[in-house]
């Protein structure tokens, strides 16, 4: 995390005005130069939580009352290496547009699979059990997501009954289904996802769980009506 405040500082002073840290374990170091009230060209603001809360709970409380024009969803293990968000905040004030997202990049520069299908029974089997890539997009993953704050009240943020996956499927079809668009800025910055669910037994019933509460909701029955957001063209699916 200390890795990112300095990138934000170094390339994003002109883009910020405010970034909350949150630790979300109750024994969590994370080395802050000089502290909230260092030198740091935006308000930073550090809050602890008493016990961990979920990725969707974490970004409801931190972007409370937001007074600011634009919020930021931004996970902490982003890297950045130039200054992203002067871009994001340009697309997200397009008429139309309810969220603007990065192209997403592995540290050896290949593009992610940030974009994806609506993550249906078979979706799902034919990208897991037979390795096909995704053909068409319907969301996007929420490592780094910028939205007008208008858009952001009105969607009412993450749905909190989430934990840990599907919170940003779930939010995606809610911006579309309240008729907002979702777009790619002409920017990317790096992401080391972690992909736990493959590793962790307890990740794995947290996605299990989400999934099935996604495949019942009325969200997801609404949205199996939606267009997808575009095609991926032949050739050009992610790694």
Request: with cysteine; net charge positive.
């Amino acid at each position: 995390m200390s890795e990112l405040l300095n990138d934000l500082k170094r390339f994003s002073a002109c883009s910020i005005h405010r970034v909350v840290l949150t630790l979300n374990k109750p024994l969590e170091v994370v080395s802050v130069p000089g502290g909230p009230d260092g030198d740091w060209p935006f308000e930073l603001q550090v809050r602890r939580n008493e016990s961990p809360l979920g990725f969707g709970e974490n970004h409801n409380r931190a972007l409370s009352g937001a007074m600011e024009d634009f919020v930021c969803v931004l996970n902490p293990d982003i890297r950045l290496s130039a200054d992203p968000f002067a871009a994001l905040v340009a697309t997200a004030a397009q008429t139309g547009v309810g969220c603007a997202y990065p192209t997403q990049v592995d540290e050896a520069g290949r593009v992610q699979d940030s974009e994806r299908a609506l993550p249906t029974p078979v979706a799902l089997w034919q990208r897991r059990a037979l390795g096909q890539s995704e053909k068409r997009l319907d969301w996007v993953n929420g490592a780094c997501l910028v939205l007008p704050a208008s858009v952001w009240k009105q969607v009412r943020g993450f749905d909190e009954r989430y934990f840990m996956y599907c919170e940003d499927v779930d939010l995606s079809l809610r911006i579309r289904l309240a008729g907002w668009r979702i777009v790619r800025a002409p920017v990317q910055l790096i992401h080391a996802a972690q992909r736990a669910s493959g590793r962790s037994l307890s990740h794995l019933v947290w996605h299990v769980s989400s999934l099935l509460r996604l495949w019942t909701s009325s969200v997801y029955r609404q949205a199996r009506q939606l267009p997808p957001m575009a095609s991926i063209p032949a050739g050009t699916e992610r790694a």
